[in-house]
């Protein structure tokens, strides 16, 4: 049997991903994330003195927060594996990332195996989105230059 | 010509005791009645996984002796392995027990490669005890071949989950009443060109496909001949694969092909295809096959342990897959 009759084969039997339910369950999961962000937000709109713009920064600790303890108690992984990309796309997953990798390299010590490791996963979105972010941001500024838009 | 890869033991060197350790989730196996001791915790009250793994093996080491009246002074050869980096877990159990050691890599397919070994030095008379086997831990091998165990991933429903078990075999020279390993074939590696590390059992297929082929022809055996040909750890999705190819082969698949990591945790959906692990196929051969033999079920038995040859390394370089599977006949007269 040669590669290309064994991938065919191996395709045929291996049980199919079911994308559609899956991106449903990432719809739900990660707006039901986002639904809770919604709402700490207003909390921090409605008893401190934020505005729609400055509550994302609390709201966004805050997630983080609320995430690290689901990791650290072991809840995240569960709300992965149902949420597949809706649970690691917002905030909370870029802080279960984090804190997972953290908990992970604890028995290295505190120096080479937490502190050179949390970001194991994470660097990559922190390297990727401020990459990003500067890319946006250069194509904006032209376009503000030009006329096209305004800030 | 002579048969390459296939050996043929003189003096039948007999498995005269077992030990098997597992961890607090293993629990959920329907294999749990004959496994010698359990864990309620993970890291089986040491410090690290590491350090745990190390103690189950010391364990399964300890319980295999003690059954044969023995104690570590008895043993002459102590050949184990596992999936950490370096063998550390298995080292560190040789250190402890102070048999004399060979740390032995063939990933999953550890537990009969061992095996194989032990009953070679004891054919040759420089063996009366030699302890064999292999064990896994989950959360040490995941974090190193895949990601820090409370990472929210998805797992697909091919991925297998990383046993935390450890199997081991006493074995010596020929004892009448026990099972005895009477011929062996060593895997030659295959490589379909298999890259996905969540679908191994799709990896492993054509290997145990390949051994069973080569092990029939080269011993002159039938399937019938078999009361059980049961492969390591192909689970559910390598399982199916590995009998449609052994199928086009020529050979009949009957009920006596059975897989260990398919049979593992039974039919529970929360380990997605069943086990992996080098300690999945030595806990089920040395516990559940082992058992039935000693009742005098199984005559005769072919063991083919599967095992990925892969590193975190190289399929992150974009290699493939190479795959291996060692097989064992035991037979029980």
Same mark, same amino acid.
């Not at chain 1, 028995?107 to 990559?124: P, R, T």
């Given at each position: 049997?040669?590669? #290309?009759?064994?991938?065919?084969?191996? #395709?045929?039997?291996?049980?199919? $991903?079911?994308?559609?339910?899956?991106?449903?369950?990432?719809?739900?999961?990660?707006? $039901?994330?986002?639904?809770?962000?919604?709402?700490?937000?207003?909390?921090?709109?409605?008893?401190?003195?934020? $505005?729609?713009?400055?509550?994302?920064?609390?709201?966004?600790?805050?997630?983080?927060?609320?995430?690290?303890?689901? $990791?650290?108690?072991?809840?995240?992984?569960?709300?992965?594996?149902?949420?597949?990309?809706?649970?690691?796309?917002?905030?909370?997953?870029?802080?279960?990332?984090?804190?997972?990798?953290?908990?992970?390299?604890?028995?290295?010590?505190?120096?080479?195996?937490?502190?050179?490791?949390?970001?194991?996963?994470?660097?990559?979105?922190?390297?990727?989105?401020?990459?990003?972010?500067?890319?946006?941001?250069?194509?904006?500024?032209?376009?503000? #230059?030009?006329?096209?838009?305004?800030? | 010509?002579?048969?390459?890869?296939?050996?043929?033991?003189?003096?039948?060197?007999?498995?005269?005791?077992?030990?098997?350790?597992?961890?607090?989730?293993?629990?959920?196996?329907?294999?749990?009645? %004959?496994?010698?001791?359990?864990?309620?915790?993970?890291?089986?009250?040491?410090?690290?996984?590491?350090?745990?793994?190390?103690? =189950?093996?010391?364990?399964? @080491?300890?319980?295999?002796?003690?059954?044969?009246?023995?104690?570590?002074?008895?043993?002459?050869?102590?050949?184990?392995?596992?999936?950490?980096?370096?063998?550390?877990?298995?080292?560190? @159990?040789?250190?402890?027990?102070?048999?004399?050691?060979?740390?032995?890599?063939?990933?999953?397919?550890?537990?009969?490669?061992? %095996?194989?070994?032990?009953?070679?030095?004891?054919?040759?008379?420089?063996?009366?005890?030699?302890?064999?086997?292999?064990?896994?831990?989950?959360?040490?091998?995941?974090?190193?071949?895949?990601?820090?165990?409370?990472?929210?991933?998805?797992?697909?429903?091919?991925?297998?989950?990383?046993?935390?078990?450890?199997?081991?075999?006493?074995?010596?020279?020929?004892?009448?009443?026990?099972?005895?390993?009477?011929?062996?074939?060593?895997?030659?590696?295959?490589?379909?060109?298999?890259?996905?590390?969540?679908? =191994?059992?799709?990896?492993?297929?054509?290997?145990?496909?390949?051994?069973?082929?080569?092990?029939?022809?080269?011993?002159?055996?039938?399937?019938?001949?078999?009361?059980?040909?049961?492969?390591?750890?192909?689970?559910?999705?390598?399982?199916? %694969?590995?009998?449609?190819?052994?199928?086009?082969?020529?050979?009949?698949?009957?009920?006596?092909?059975?897989?260990?990591?398919?049979?593992?945790?039974?039919?529970?959906?929360?380990?997605?295809?069943?086990?992996?692990?080098?300690?999945?196929?030595?806990?089920?051969?040395?516990?559940?096959?082992?058992?039935?033999?000693? /009742?005098?079920?199984?005559?005769?038995?072919?063991?083919?342990?599967?095992?990925?040859?892969?590193?975190?390394?190289?399929? /992150? /370089?974009?290699?493939?897959?190479?795959?291996?599977?060692?097989?064992?006949?035991?037979?029980?007269?």
């Amino acid at each position: 049997m040669n590669e #290309k009759k064994y991938a065919a084969l191996e #395709k045929e039997i291996s049980p199919k $991903t079911p994308y559609l339910r899956n991106c449903i369950k990432a719809f739900l999961v990660g707006g $039901t994330i986002c639904l809770i962000g919604q709402f700490v937000a207003l909390f921090y709109m409605t008893y401190f003195d934020f $505005t729609e713009r400055t509550s994302s920064n609390p709201t966004v600790s805050t997630m983080i927060f609320f995430a690290m303890l689901l $990791t650290g108690f072991g809840f995240y992984k569960k709300i992965g594996q149902i949420g597949g990309a809706g649970g690691s796309v917002p905030i909370t997953g870029f802080s279960n990332a984090v804190v997972s990798a953290a908990i992970e390299h604890k028995s290295e010590g505190y120096v080479l195996g937490v502190g050179g490791n949390m970001f194991k996963l994470a660097g990559s979105v922190i390297l990727f989105g401020v990459f990003s972010a500067f890319v946006v941001a250069l194509i904006k500024t032209i376009l503000v #230059k030009l006329g096209v838009v305004s800030w | 010509m002579v048969a390459r890869g296939l050996l043929t033991f003189k003096t039948n060197p007999s498995i005269a005791s077992t030990g098997v350790t597992a961890g607090p989730l293993e629990k959920k196996s329907p294999f749990v009645s %004959l496994f010698d001791k359990m864990y309620d915790e993970e890291q089986s009250g040491a410090g690290t996984n590491e350090q745990g793994h190390a103690k =189950m093996m010391e364990d399964a @080491c300890m319980i295999a002796l003690s059954k044969v009246d023995s104690v570590p002074e008895d043993a002459d050869f102590l050949l184990i392995g596992d999936l950490v980096n370096q063998m550390t877990p298995s080292n560190f @159990c040789a250190a402890t027990v102070g048999i004399p050691y060979m740390g032995m890599f063939s990933a999953c397919a550890t537990s009969v490669s061992t %095996l194989i070994t032990a009953a070679l030095l004891t054919d040759s008379g420089f063996s009366k005890i030699a302890i064999a086997g292999a064990g896994s831990q989950h959360n040490a091998v995941e974090r190193q071949f895949r990601y820090p165990i409370e990472y929210g991933s998805q797992k697909p429903e091919t991925s297998q989950w990383t046993v935390t078990a450890v199997g081991v075999a006493a074995v010596t020279p020929n004892k009448k009443g026990m099972p005895s390993i009477v011929c062996a074939t060593i895997g030659s590696v295959v490589d379909l060109g298999m890259t996905d590390p969540l679908n =191994m059992g799709a990896a492993m297929a054509p290997a145990a496909a390949d051994t069973l082929q080569r092990h029939l022809d080269g011993h002159g055996t039938k399937i019938t001949d078999y009361d059980c040909i049961m492969t390591g750890d192909l689970g559910k999705t390598g399982f199916e %694969l590995y009998k449609t190819l052994a199928s086009n082969n020529g050979i009949d698949v009957t009920e006596n092909f059975r897989d260990a990591g398919e049979e593992f945790y039974g039919e529970d959906p929360s380990f997605f295809a069943g086990a992996s692990g080098a300690g999945c196929s030595s806990t089920v051969y040395f516990s559940e096959i082992y058992a039935k033999m000693l /009742q005098g079920e199984y005559k005769r038995v072919l063991l083919i342990a599967t095992g990925a040859l892969l590193s975190p390394l190289s399929f /992150q /370089q974009g290699d493939t897959i190479p795959c291996i599977a060692h097989a064992v006949e035991l037979t029980m007269k």
